[in-house]
């Protein structure tokens, strides 16, 4: 019982809650800030909505807080679109997908937690805070609440109808895959703009499949659905991964400019886009990482850790952290829905 309660309750805590703290002093206090990164964004925002020459300062909400941190992501993400840092991008955007995914498919299942309940909200934060310190804290969430470790021996119904399912793989590719394509391909100030708010966008995509197509019609299981999702990531993720990050491996030097994060600031004084990379491979490190890490809560015994650390390491070389996690999540939800053995180690 008490190893149940530190590794169920103490040990998540006592990991991802550091972890979001010192995500938030890498990627917010030593690389936004103290780089000067941040001012360097702040130069395309600190005048008045409108102001000639400054094509990124809009009134994009209509509320001036709010515009003042989306001309910042603007800004942020108009910078990182550079065309040297496609490999980032494309790692980012495909491991971005599966990690949004989560939240959303939790939110979906037939019982889950009320913690569990707004993935959308989840998103928008991330979206305004970085998911380097915000998707640790979601994950304590998600293990304290017992989704983490759910199996279907235990009684817990962790289905999602087909009616869900459906309206899950229509949010991801109407909500998150089409604006991410436009943003990189057009590199206009509207598509990235639009992009800030893609979890909003998910969200309402779903809701207006749902009301299309009621669940409550559909309440034969998602599974495949869900699997097909997931392997679509899975495909993308390593098709990306292969085409722009393989020729990397024969690059070292650009190999480490690219994708490699430095912990200690640069000696010289950094362009806009090698400074917002900065952020951008440490929110990766924090965001992605705590990803993979919550994973081993999904593992029943030694051995399927230690299969999960093999995967991880190998998969994310060879195809892409994206790749990765859409794995792990496949295979999870055929375990929740008894396509695979669960060995049930409760006494």
């Known amino acids: 019982m008490a190893s149940k309660i530190f590794l169920r309750g103490v040990l998540p805590v006592a990991i991802f809650i550091p972890m979001s703290f010192i995500a938030l002093q890498i ?34 909400t209509g509320y ?30 495909t ?12 939110a979906a299942r037939e019982e889950r937690s009320i913690f569990l309940r707004m993935p959308a909200a989840v998103g928008v934060l991330f979206q305004l805070f970085s998911f380097a310190v915000i998707m640790p804290i979601y994950y304590v969430a998600l293990i304290l609440s017992g989704a983490a470790i759910g199996s279907p021996v235990k009684g817990r119904a962790t289905k999602i109808a087909q009616g869900s399912a459906e309206a899950l793989l229509f949010a991801l590719i109407v909500g998150y895959i089409i604006p991410t394509v436009c943003m990189v391909l057009f590199r206009g100030i509207t598509s990235t703009a639009l992009w800030q708010g893609y979890p909003i966008i998910m969200a309402f995509a779903q809701f207006v499949y749902l009301i299309i197509r009621p669940s409550s019609r559909r309440m034969q299981s998602g599974y495949a659905t869900i699997q097909a999702m997931y392997g679509l990531i899975f495909v993308t ?16 030097q650009q190999f480490q400019k690219v994708l490699v994060p430095h912990l200690a ?29 919550v994973t081993f809560w999904f593992a029943q015994g030694v051995k399927e850790i230690v299969l999960l650390f093999l995967w991880h390491a190998l998969v994310s070389v060879a195809f892409g952290p994206g790749a990765a996690i859409a794995g792990v999540m496949l295979f999870r939800e055929a ?13």
């Open 27 to 60: 990627v917010f206090g030593r690389h936004m800030y103290q780089s000067g990164t941040g001012l360097q964004l702040l130069d395309h925002c600190n005048v008045p909505i409108g102001t000639e020459g400054y094509p990124l300062r809009l009134a994009y």
């Open 64 to 93: 001036p807080d709010l515009d003042d941190r989306m001309c910042a992501l603007v800004a942020l993400f108009h910078a990182l679109l550079d065309p040297a840092y496609r490999p980032l991008v494309a790692e980012l955007m």
């Open 95 to 106: 491991a971005l997908a599966a990690v949004t995914m989560i939240p959303f498919v939790e």
């Open 237 to 252: 993720s390593a098709i990306f991964h292969i085409y722009y990050t393989w020729p990397l491996f024969f690059d070292i």
């Open 265 to 293: 600031l640069s000696k010289h004084p950094l362009s806009l886009p090698e400074g917002v990379a900065a952020v951008i491979q440490w929110d990766a490190v924090f965001g992605i990482g705590s990803t993979l890490f």
């Open 335 to 347: 375990r929740l829905n008894g396509q695979t053995p669960v060995e049930d180690k409760e006494e």
